[in-house]
T-cell receptor
Framework: DAGVIQSPRHEVTEMGQEVTLRCKPISGHDYLFWYRQTMMRGLELLIY????????DSGMPEDRFSAKMPNASFSTLKIQPSEPRDSAVYFCASSFSGGGTEAFFGQGTRLTVV | AQSVTQPDIHITVSEGASLELRCNYSYGATPYLFWYVQSPGQGLQLLLKYFSGDTLVQGIKGFEAEFKRSQSSFNLRKPSVHWSDAAEYFC?????????????FGTGTRLQVTL
């Protein structure tokens, strides 16, 4: 398996623009997580899905952020409108259900909002 | 709520020296514990994990960690560090109910290796 695939790897956008980050989880995994990494806040969980259903979105910072998982092999994280403080590295991770299974992380998308 | 503390922000060791990275956690039940490594510009790679059983767990790249319930600690060790080990290391705790993959991370320890 190719692992968790995220695209794009880098994104530079202007403030106010819509940004869409994409993730393809490992085939067969039924959990998908979106994390954000910043210098100030470290790694924080934004939202996670189980069997394509959002389970906990309490980490989503504002209504400007939304995430979807239309099928088992694809998820998006959208920011609309984007702001400079959204600049961060966004990671997608997936895992298989069952106690004690670890999450596998993608390479991340480095977002810069200017 | 679960939390993780990595008290050392930055550590420098000489190549060939031993290494210990500290991790303390707070969790109401038996935790699932993980150590991940992140190289610059890369994602997170799992080094090792503890779920139950033997409190000394072996991981990849010669790393090991010991779970000490009495101290709420899960310190990472390596007997002899290689220059390629320079990276950032994250300790994380997962829930023992539901999905253990819902992780709370520590702030990370950046390891520098001098030749």
């Amino acid at each position: 398996d190719a692992g968790v695939i995220q695209s794009p790897r880098h994104e530079v956008t202007e403030m106010g623009q819509e940004v869409t980050l994409r993730c393809k989880p490992i085939s067969g995994h039924d959990y998908l997580f979106w994390y954000r990494q910043t210098m100030m806040r470290g790694l924080e969980l934004l939202i996670y899905f189980n069997n394509n259903v959002p389970i906990d979105d309490s980490g989503m910072p504002e209504d400007r952020f939304s995430a979807k998982m239309p099928n088992a092999s694809f998820s998006t994280l959208k920011i609309q409108p984007s702001e400079p403080r959204d600049s961060a590295v966004y990671f997608c991770a997936s895992s298989f259900s069952g106690g004690g299974t670890e999450a596998f992380f993608g390479q991340g998308t480095r977002l810069t909002v200017v | 709520a679960q939390s993780v503390t990595q008290p050392d922000i930055h550590i420098t060791v000489s190549e060939g020296a031993s290494l210990e990275l500290r991790c303390n956690y707070s969790y109401g039940a038996t935790p699932y514990l993980f150590w991940y490594v992140q190289s610059p510009g890369q994602g997170l790679q799992l080094l090792l994990k503890y779920f139950s059983g033997d409190t000394l767990v072996q991981g990849i790249k010669g790393f090991e960690a010991e779970f000490k319930r009495s101290q709420s600690s899960f310190n990472l060790r390596k007997p002899s560090v290689h220059w390629s080990d320079a990276a950032e290391y994250f300790c994380a705790v997962g829930r023992s109910t539901g999905t253990a993959s819902k992780l709370t991370f520590g702030t990370g320890t950046r390891l520098q290796v001098t030749l």
